[in-house]
Nanobody
Framework: QVQLVESGGGLVQPGGSLRLSCAASGLTFSRHAMSWYRQAPGKERELVASITSGGDNTNYADSVKGRFTISRDNAQNTVYLQMNSLKPEDTAVYYC?????????WGQGTQVTVSS
């Protein structure tokens, strides 16, 4: 049974930082491309950042470039999202996603709230 468990969300002031983690189990982690998505209230889920299975290539939404960094540790079956210079518009539920060919899996999400 595949499980993706996100952690690290919370309440932070504008300009602050958070580091999200997603621990994967039940799959061959090193085969899967990993991504972080987010969904704000009343909005569609959007791709935030992605990283290839080997970690050699990353991709970011324009809105987070230069502020967020995605990374992975294949030995620990974990993907991270370092979020700096957070803005109120970054407030959303953040979801971890694993993808390999037609197989895709989602975590349950972790809430990030940026507010003073």
């Amino acid at each position: 049974q595949v499980q993706l468990v996100e952690s690290g969300g919370g309440l932070v002031q504008p300009g602050g930082s958070l580091r999200l983690s997603c621990a994967a189990s039940g799959l061959t982690f090193s085969r899967h491309a990993m991504s972080w998505y987010r969904q704000a209230p009343g909005k569609e889920r959007e791709l935030v950042a992605s990283i290839t299975s080997g970690g050699d290539n990353t991709n970011y939404a324009d809105s987070v470039k230069g502020r967020f960094t995605i990374s992975r540790d294949n030995a620990q079956n974990t993907v991270y999202l370092q979020m700096n210079s957070l803005k109120p518009e970054d407030t959303a539920v953040y979801y971890c996603n694993a993808k390999w060919y037609l197989y895709t899996y989602w975590g349950q999400g972790t809430q990030v709230t940026v507010s003073s």
